[in-house]
């Protein structure tokens, strides 16, 4: 199969231009400009955007979590991130307390297996070091294409560790060549002001926020890093949410540290007041880290401008508000923390963060895929469109109006973050490995075209022996 993309504006991390893009087969083979070439397939892109499928790596797809399990299973999930040009992601897989690396990997695989719409890879969250061989087996994962290795600081009593496995996990990264990546916030102070709160009698949504102050998340975010630092492993972190995140991270990188930091698509628009809102409504706005004050918006998208932070995920971890986030009703403890957002990064960043003016075209290809596919041993595969690279590309249409609303996203959850928003900007065509995904407003393929991804080890490129410098 052939594909001859005619008069796009080509947009990578570093060019913008117009040319033909011709793709043979999975990959880019060729663009020039007035290319005339037979091929099975012509489309026409004049006037569009044509971006590298974006890359998002902060996503729980089908995950056990918070008494309930992810609303979005890998093909939910990943029809909702392609209709939002994505076309890579890399999620969690979660060990289980006494599993094996080896068997939480297995169960991961088992969840996709036959549902794959896009290609995605898997960072292994170590919950629990202490079966014997765990520390050899973790740092074998690397050789088998999992070169990330996650931990929560918090969450005390489920997913949390102890500084012990932090820091023997950063040990083992150091030298196999996996990137440490970390929950910043400290569950142990968290729990108490949770305990505190629910003895008063606070039991709404918004005491969520209020019992996980930012400091909170600076002091695990600096830990974090300067554990890395004594342990000579690279670090990324999470979802930073605030300055106090955002400060540590800056002095870390201005010294040269391997350090880089995420933020998601949410921090940018939605503040703590929305855990006021009336009836419970506020709990459709609790995920870890909270909604901070509307000054912490400014200092991202600075953040994102500048550097400092290096990319833009989704953490896609949709509970449903009715059945799902009512397990809280009662109890703010209780709501699963997670919201959704897998379709509409792509769309909110253009549109607020481009047409707006607050960063350019360039550094969002580079903040939505560019970087994350660096960071995470899928470049230049993924995370660009160059010749040679797999041939995931997205037809943007600049100008198509869209009102964004769970009465048309792709998710199964039944709320939307970003209700009733009029964006401009959405992808028009999108296609995975030449493979066209999405057209017409309609997906045209089936489950089971998605692939995963073994990845390259953190600073590797994933085709050839060149180093992926990080951004
Ligand atoms: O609230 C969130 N973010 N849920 C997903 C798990 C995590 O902390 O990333
Ligand atoms: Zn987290
Ligand atoms: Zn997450």
């Known amino acids: 199969m052939s ?44 006037g569009k955007y044509l971006l590298p499928g974006c890359v998002d790596p902060h996503t729980h797809l089908d995950m056990p979590f918070g008494g309930t399990t992810t609303i979005d299973d890998v093909e939910s999930g990943q029809t909702a991130a392609a209709f939002g040009g994505t076309t890579c992601h890399v999620d969690f897989c979660i060990q289980g307390k006494g599993q094996t690396f080896a068997d939480a990997l297995a169960i991961w695989h088992e969840k996709a297996a036959g549902k794959q719409l896009i290609d995605m890879g898997y960072h292994i969250a170590v919950t629990d070091l202490s079966g014997e061989g765990a520390l050899e087996e973790l740092a074998r994962l690397p050789d088998q294409g999992v070169t990330s290795y996650k931990l929560f600081m918090a969450y005390k009593g489920a997913l949390m560790v102890d500084d012990e496995t932090l820091f023997r996990t950063m040990e083992v990264a150091a030298k ?100 006021e809102r009336p009836n419970f409504e506020g709990a459709k706005y609790v995920y870890t880290p909270p909604p901070r004050d509307k000054a912490n918006q400014d200092v991202l998208w600075d953040a994102v401008r ?25 109890d703010f403890s209780k709501i699963p923390n997670g919201g959704p957002g897998l379709e509409n990064r792509l769309q909110m960043i253009h549109h607020f963060g481009v047409r707006e003016g607050r960063i350019t075209l360039n550094r969002m290809v580079e903040l939505l895929a560019t970087s994350p596919a660096r960071l995470f041993g899928l470049y230049p595969r993924k995370g660009t469109l160059a ?42 065509v999108v296609l995975l490995r030449g ?37």
């Open 176 to 275: 196999t060549g996996a990137l440490v990546m970390v929950h910043a916030e400290n569950g142990d102070a968290i729990d108490v002001l949770v305990k505190q709160a629910l003895a008063a009698g606070h039991t709404e949504p918004r005491w969520h926020a209020l019992t996980r102050p930012p400091e909170t998340e600076g002091e695990a975010t600096n830990r974090a890093i300067q554990l890395a630092r004594v342990a000579g492993s690279p670090l990324y972190v999470v979802h930073v949410s605030c300055k106090e995140s955002v400060e540590p991270i800056a002095a870390a990188r201005a010294k040269g540290w391997e350090v880089w930091g995420e933020t998601c698509t949410q921090y940018f628009f939605i503040d703590d007041t929305f855990l």
């Open 435 to 471: 493979h066209v995904l999405l057209e017409g407003g309609e997906l045209v393929a089936s489950p089971g075209i998605g692939q995963y991804v073994a990845r390259a080890k953190f600073g590797q490129e994933l085709t050839g022996t060149g180093r992926a410098v990080p951004a």
């Open 306 to 330: 500048t550097g400092v932070l290096s990319a833009i995920s989704t953490d896609h971890c949709a509970f449903s508000w009715d059945g799902q986030k009512s397990l809280g009703r009662d």
């Open 387 to 428: 010749v040679g690279s797999d041939a995931d590309i997205v037809v943007f249409d600049p100008e198509k109006r869209v009102t964004i609303s769970a009465a048309n996203h792709h998710s199964r959850i039944d709320y939307n973050l970003y209700e009733g928003t009029e964006v401009v900007g959405s992808p028009e």
């Open 3 to 46: 594909v001859l993309i005619k008069g796009g504006r080509v947009v990578t991390a570093s060019d913008d231009y117009v040319a033909d893009v011709f793709v043979d087969g999975e990959r880019v083979s060729l663009i020039g400009e007035s290319l005339e070439l037979d091929a099975d397939r012509v489309i026409d892109a004049r």
